[in-house]
């Protein structure tokens, strides 16, 4: 039985000065890595022991992932591009106060995009990907540190739940929380 313990990466310098990111790396903020740390702590406290680390190749990811892997002796990373960040096409880098974001509601939501973005649709097609790639390894329990777009489609097709509907509801907070899910039940079956 194949445990992910899934959680976001730590806070991020643009993040505070409210920059969208999408695939940007990003740079962890003093207090991003001193939360990640005290979450990769919690999760060893819950009696959790991963056998692997599956990281975003983004940077925020990969230096969240660094922090947790000496949390947990050392723990090896595997990177991997599937995790990563929805991209937001052109209006990475930009202030989310800039950003003309009637145009992009008019939209449906799965299908809603930046100009030269990525929709939640075919995010949630990644993390369907993904999750077929997870029978590649025997891990036991893995820690995937990805980001908010993301980890929300991988919930919602862990599940097998409309996307919208799970992200709408707010059930789940990956700035705040990590989730543990079963993949064999096919469920969250702990908040840390």
Same mark, same amino acid.
């Given at each position: 039985?194949?445990?992910?313990?899934?959680?976001?990466?730590?806070?991020?310098?643009?993040?505070?000065?409210?920059?969208?990111?999408?695939?940007?790396?990003?740079?962890?903020?003093?207090?991003?890595?001193?939360?990640?740390?005290?979450?990769?702590?919690?999760?060893?406290?819950?009696?959790?022991?991963?056998?692997?680390?599956?990281?975003?190749?983004?940077? $925020?990811?990969?230096?969240?992932? =660094?922090?947790?892997? @000496? %949390?947990?002796?050392?723990?090896?990373?595997? !990177? /991997?591009? +599937?995790?990563?960040?929805?991209?937001?096409?052109?209006?990475?880098?930009?202030?989310?106060?800039?950003?003309?974001?009637?145009?992009?509601?008019?939209?449906?939501?799965?299908? $809603?995009?930046?100009?030269?973005? =990525?929709?939640?649709? @075919? %995010?949630?097609?990644?993390?369907?990907?993904? !999750? /077929?790639? +997870?029978?590649?390894?025997?891990?036991?329990?893995?820690?995937?540190?990805?980001?908010?777009?993301?980890?929300?489609?991988?919930?919602?097709?862990?599940?097998?739940?409309?996307?919208?509907?799970?992200?709408?509801?707010?059930?789940?907070?990956?700035?705040?929380?990590?989730?543990?899910?079963?993949? /064999?039940?096919?469920?969250?079956?702990?908040?840390?």
């Amino acid at each position: 039985m194949t445990k992910i313990i899934l959680l976001r990466h730590g806070k991020t310098i643009e993040g505070k000065a409210g920059i969208i990111l999408g695939q940007l790396g990003g740079n962890l903020s003093k207090a991003g890595k001193v939360n990640i740390r005290n979450l990769a702590q919690k999760i060893r406290q819950r009696g959790h022991q991963p056998d692997l680390i599956i990281s975003s190749n983004l940077q $925020r990811a990969t230096q969240s992932a =660094e922090i947790i892997s @000496e %949390v947990f002796a050392n723990l090896p990373v595997k !990177i /991997e591009p +599937l995790v990563c960040e929805r991209s937001a096409g052109e209006v990475a880098g930009k202030y989310e106060k800039n950003v003309d974001w009637e145009t992009y509601e008019r939209s449906p939501w799965a299908e $809603r995009k930046h100009h030269h973005g =990525e929709s939640f649709a @075919e %995010v949630y097609r990644r993390a369907q990907k993904f !999750i /077929e790639s +997870l029978e590649n390894y025997s891990a036991t329990e893995i820690i995937v540190v990805t980001h908010a777009a993301f980890g929300l489609m991988f919930l919602a097709a862990i599940a097998k739940t409309n996307p919208e509907k799970l992200v709408k509801s707010r059930k789940y907070n990956l700035a705040k929380s990590a989730y543990v899910v079963d993949l /064999e039940k096919k469920q969250v079956t702990q908040k840390i």
